[in-house]
Structure formats: C-alpha cells, structure tokens
DNA sequence: CTCGATCGTCGAAGCGCTTCGACAAGGTAG
DNA sequence: CTACCTTGTCGAAGCGCTTCGACGATCGAG
C-alpha cells in the first residue's frame, strides 16, 4: 500500500503538505502541487479511508435504509436508491446500504461513525427509529412523513395534493362518481403515512365536491385488484372513474376492467398515481400522478449534505404533484 | 463519543485489556470481563470503526457493484441484493452499494481499504472492471460468469442447464415445437453471459432432441412481448411451448395468448425462467425453472468470507435449476 | 522443589491521515 | 523604514483502536 508518506518522499515535500495540496484547505505553489500531484498519479496513491475518517471525523459515506422486503413496489423502492446513490456520487460520497428491520443498524453504523449522515425510506407516523435518530450526531433525512418530525429533515412527495390533482383532474372531465383503489391493507396498517395522506387528501377532496367516492385498500397483485375492483363497484355500482395508487395492481386492474367489458377511456377512466416508467409501461399510456421517486431520493442526500456542509436546519419539503395526461382518461360518459 | 479509553478506565483496567476482552483474542478473567462488560454497557460504548479499520486493516464492509438501471428486472436485482445484505449481516458486515457504471467505484473503495471483499453482479463476459478487480488485494466474487475468471470466485445459476430441464419437462409432455422468448436484444449485445447461456442451452438441448425450435430476443414490456410472440409464431407456426425467460415481458406474454385465443396449457405451454414469486404471482401460477436470486447473493457473501477467512480457493460455482410444474403446462395438443 | 508452560494483564508502538501552531520570506500600508 | 498581513511550508500532536512483547503469578510435570 502506497502512504501519504511516499508521497510526500516522492515529491519531496512533507507530509502535511501533501495533505494540505491534496485538500486544497490551504495555499500552496503551483510548483509543489504539480510534483505532489505527479508523484500522486505515479504512485497510484489513494487515501486510507479509515485513517481519514478517524483523524477529520468524516467518512464520505451516507447510510440507507431501505425497506428491502421483496413483496411491494420493488421498482419504486429502486428508483428512490437510484436517486440516492447517484446524487450522493455528485458529493462524493458512498452509501452504506441498510435494512429496514435491522433495527440495530443505524445505531452501529452512526455511533461507530461509519457515515456522516443518515437517509431512512418508508417512514411510519411514529417510527420508532426515529428515537435512534435524534440521538445520534448525524443529520437525518426521512422520506416520509412522520406525525413528530422535530429535529428531522424530511422529503416526500405531497401525497395529498397528489389526489387532489387526480380528482381536480376527473371533475374536470365531468365524472362524478370515484374509486380509489389504494395501498394493501397491511401498508396502511403500519400507519405508512404516504397511502393515509393520499387517502385523506382524496375523502376530503372528493366530498368538498360534493362527489360520491369509495376507497378500496388493495393487495398488490392480479387476485387483490380484481377483489378490489369488485367490491368498488359494488359499493359505487355508477362508478365511471378509478385512481389506482398501488403499481402492482395496475396490471390487474386493466385487466379486470377489460374482462367486465369496460373500455377505457370511453367506459371507465384511471389516473394512476406511480412513477412515469410504470405509467407508459402498461399496455395503454395512463394518465398518471408522477411519483419522481428518483429525484426524491436525490433531494433527501442535498439535504443531508446542506447540513453537514452548511448546517442548513432540518426542514420538511413536500413536492407538488404533477399530473400528465395519457390515453386512460376522458369524458364522463352520459 | 466514548472511547475504550472511558470504558478502560470505568472498568479500572488497561485499554487493551478491554480490547483483548471485546475480541476475544487473548483470555481474560471472567471477573475482569464482567466488569468491562459493565462498563461498556454503561457508557454505550461503540467503536468507532475508522480506528478500527486503521489498526486491524478490516472494516466489516462488503462492496457490492449492483446494475441500478431501471430498466429491466428491478425485482431480480432486488432479491440478489437482499441475500447479499441479509448474508452479510449474519456475517457482522454492511454492505456498501456501488453503481455499476461507477467504474472508479470499485477501485475507490477497495484502493482506500473501504471494503473486505467485493460482490460483482451482472458479469458480463469480457468484462473491463474484472482487470481492476484482479488488482486489488481484497476478495472479489461474481454473480455471473466471464469468459475468463481466473482468481476470482463466481457463482450463478446453472442457465445452460436451466434450459435443458424445461426443455426436457416440455419434450416429456410431447411438445415438438418450442420457442424460447429471452432476454432483451440489448443485454445479449452487452454479452451478459446469463443470456448466452441459456440461449446455448436451449439450442443445444432442443437440437439433440431433433425438435423444431426458435428463439426470440424479447423487449421488456408490453409491446415487446406480443411482438416477440408474433414474430415466433411467425417462425414456427404450429408451435405448442413457450420458454419464457425475461420476467417483464411476461404478463405481456400470457395476455397475448389469450388475445389469440390461446388457452394455457390447453393450446398452448408455458415454462418460465424467473424468481418463484414473480411465477405464482402471474394471473396464473406458472411452471417455472426458479432462479434463487436471495440464495444466489447468500452464496456470494459466503464465498467472500470464504476467501477472507480460510483463504479459501477462489471458484465457480453453478447452482443446479429446479423446474417446478404448476398450471401453466401440460400434454400436447394432439 | 524447580523448571517451563500457561494465564491474565499492562505499556507502548504503531496504523495513515488531518490539522494546529510556528516560522521564514515577501508584500503592503502607513 | 517599520509593522503587519499573507503565502507556503514544516513538524508534531493527536484521532481511537489493535497487537506485540513483557512480566508476574499459577500450575503441573519431573
């Protein structure tokens, strides 16, 4: 292993200039720096970054924690740990990659000063992680929204314009009677406050108009959709519009509908809520809600860095939704 | 922070009695021990784990190089990743996730003693990152197979065998034209030696068996699916079986049998090539050839530690597929 | 008994890097 | 010309941990 210290033998220089050439944090001549950086390129030199880190307190590594559960919304999840570890190339840093459940994680990893910052996914309304959290030195970035966020950034999607949009977006085109086919059962269950804002945004929108709507949690899968679907139009039998906020169900839904004989638009229109990919991947183009999972997750990492560089304070951001409309919404029919 | 130094003292012992007594490596007294237990408890204790990878040259941290495109099978890519961060918690190791197109990733990380060893997934067969690989000092493992991994460990499922048993289940049955629907165009030209080797496999098989045969590339979506289909019906008109192995095309697949009026498996067969969840979780449960992408990552974490801590060889191991029927095939129309 | 292991503990020497304080050599303002 | 600042460099003191060698105490074998 090459050291800083022949490096500095290489170049002639000591090693505290070397460091200081190489950190920038101090002036030093053209001349030293090109043979530094010479003797750098020749030697193949690359820090010790556990030496680094134990002398500045900085590791240049974020830590993740990730709901790595196979069942729901993979591609989703991928997309916000795309969004994550490309921005967090852009700064430089690395990103530790945790679980969800190893509840231990964040402790071990931020108390043994593993990383400089913290990014959790998937935060429930009273997470208890979020104890661990405010303990450790680290600033923390939720993607989510949990009911006591002091002390915490956090960064999300505003679930609830979100179904305002959908709805704004249906009465628009004249229908008056709605369906939202949501999260599974067990995700509202874990009090994840992302499919409750979408809920609550749609009740309270839906009824401020006046319209009528039902809610269907349903499970992520072609059988959970066509149950969903079902018990939707049993309870709303008139129904001539669905916003669907479950990716996995989507499939299942257009499916259920086309078998029933419902066109879509002409018979039935979907707003899905879900990331663009998802949206123009199905068999018809859906007018959609876009979930910009990616540029969430690189929002969460500028906002762990602003606090670590320019110690900005915590602060909640909600990003507005935009709706794009496809080939899966029309007109009301008569 | 607390140090050993704290801990040491509140135990009234020296320091590297107390780090002899956290490693285990030379024996201590209960007495002592109890009492540094004590005391470590107390102060909450927790090393930091820069010092330690400066002093011991170990970090307790695995590389793992993952293909985050969005692209095609997020749900694949998601369960390697769970086996390997599972496996290496069992190992006391995190896992730090690189990009597959951050090439300086590997070397950043591995040149810095960032890691212990490094996971590869999606290998292709001339790969450029397995020279840098070669140059490191720590472990490297593949998922996946180069044409040469000389010093470096790999494991993947056995796809060339993978092939031959659902070929074989389908010629059991009678089946005498199969097409096989395979990976993107743009993974084969990538050389992504999975996709070769099934595609080998196949034709290899179904050409020892004198059956007809076609393969098709397949695009991962909706569009790409029918067309693929369109363009093997085309080929081999009187086909009876399908060899499915691209996981997003699938739905794409099955709804357009059934547009063909095609029944499943009456008409015609299905084989999957996929994780055993995305086969039951199709509107109908598929006969599938599993690929175990959770134990797939497991073995890699294990061949890893292997290396690290026996110094063990480096090898390749072939998982050997397993082919479960389900509903998705049966005899040959007559 | 005596000698050599073994056990239990300690002190000190690093591991490779950052950063603080010092200092010589120029530059600039008054 | 003096006083003071800036620039460029160096030496040394850590950062918190592991590990080597040493040493007294115990113990069993001869």
Chains 1, 2 share one sequence.
Not at 29 to 35: G, K, Q, V
Not at 210 to 226: D, M, Q, R, W
Not at 231 to 244: E, G, I, M, Q, T
């Amino acid at each position: 292993m090459t050291t800083i210290d022949d490096v500095a033998r290489a170049a002639g220089v000591s090693v505290s200039t070397v460091s200081y050439a190489l950190s920038g944090k101090r002036p030093i001549s053209a001349a030293t720096r090109t043979r530094i950086e010479r003797a750098v390129q020749e030697l193949d030199y690359r820090p010790h970054a556990g030496a680094r880190a134990l002398a500045s307190a900085r590791t240049n590594v974020l830590a993740l924690m990730a709901p790595l559960r196979v069942d729901v919304n993979v591609g989703v999840i991928m997309q916000f740990v795309t969004g994550v570890v490309t921005r967090a190339q852009y700064f430089q840093h690395d990103v530790l990659l945790l679980t969800q459940d190893d509840h231990a994680g964040v402790e071990r990893v931020a108390a043994g000063s593993m990383v400089d910052a913290v990014i959790m996914m998937d935060v429930e309304a009273d997470d208890p992680r979020l104890a661990i959290l405010r303990r450790q030195r680290q600033p923390a970035v939720l993607i989510g929204l949990p009911r006591d966020a002091t002390g915490l950034s956090c960064v999300d999607l505003d679930f609830e314009a979100a179904a305002r949009t959908a709805v704004a977006h249906l009465t628009g085109l004249g229908h008056r009677a709605i369906a939202l086919l949501g999260s599974p059962q067990t995700v509202l269950d874990r009090h994840t406050t992302y499919a409750a804002r979408l809920v609550h945004g749609f009740d309270d929108e839906t009824s401020r108009r006046g319209l009528n709507a039902v809610f269907e949690p349903t499970e992520s899968s072609h059988a959970g959709a066509v149950l969903a679907l079902d018990r939707a139009f049993a309870r709303l039998p008139r129904l001539s519009a669905l916003v669907v906020h479950n990716e996995a169900a989507l499939p299942g839904v257009l499916a259920s509908l086309r078998e029933r004989g419902l066109r879509v638009p002409q018979d039935v229109s979907v707003v899905a809520v879900c990331p663009q990919d998802v949206a123009v991947g199905q068999p018809q183009q859906l007018t959609a809600v876009d979930i910009p999972a990616v540029r969430i997750g690189g929002v969460a990492v500028e906002m762990a860095m602003g606090r670590l560089e320019r110690d900005d304070p915590a602060e909640t951001r909600l990003i507005s939704p935009v709706l794009t409309a496809r080939e899966s919404t029309g007109p009301a029919p008569a």
